[in-house]
């Protein structure tokens, strides 16, 4: 089985909840995708990094940095078109334990 997301995490209170839906909604095996911004610049590239080192607990993480450029056309001016290019990341998480991270546990109490 497989989950695939998007830009999920804007505040570091998500990290937890989006963890736990993950680890009880995949069978041991199961792949969770996560596309998200790559920049340092932005502030949710703190929690994706939290997010990460808690899904090393309980799986195998890759990483894959890959850039995504996006073209705009600009209905005013015929032929024109602008350029776009972000710094995206592919976070590939393996499920290989079925239990609860340690790092969430400390932060229930």
């Given at each position: 089985d497989a989950i695939i997301g998007s830009d999920l995490l804007y505040e570091d209170v998500a990290?937890?909840?989006?963890?736990?839906?993950?680890?009880?909604s995949l069978a041991e095996g199961g792949k969770f995708f996560l596309?998200?911004?790559a920049s340092r610049a932005l502030s949710r590239t703190a929690h994706v990094e939290s997010l990460i080192s808690k899904m090393r607990e309980i799986g195998?993480?890759?990483i894959k940095p890959f850039r995504l450029h996006a073209y705009e056309s600009d209905?005013?001016?015929p032929g024109q078109s602008s350029k776009?290019?972000?710094?995206?990341?592919?976070?590939?998480?393996?499920k290989t334990h079925s239990q609860q991270p340690s790092s969430l546990l400390r932060e229930e109490i």
């Amino acid at each position: 089985d497989a989950i695939i997301g998007s830009d999920l995490l804007y505040e570091d209170v998500a990290v937890a909840p989006l963890l736990e839906t993950v680890r009880k909604s995949l069978a041991e095996g199961g792949k969770f995708f996560l596309f998200a911004p790559a920049s340092r610049a932005l502030s949710r590239t703190a929690h994706v990094e939290s997010l990460i080192s808690k899904m090393r607990e309980i799986g195998n993480v890759q990483i894959k940095p890959f850039r995504l450029h996006a073209y705009e056309s600009d209905h005013s001016e015929p032929g024109q078109s602008s350029k776009e290019q972000m710094e995206l990341q592919l976070i590939v998480f393996q499920k290989t334990h079925s239990q609860q991270p340690s790092s969430l546990l400390r932060e229930e109490i």
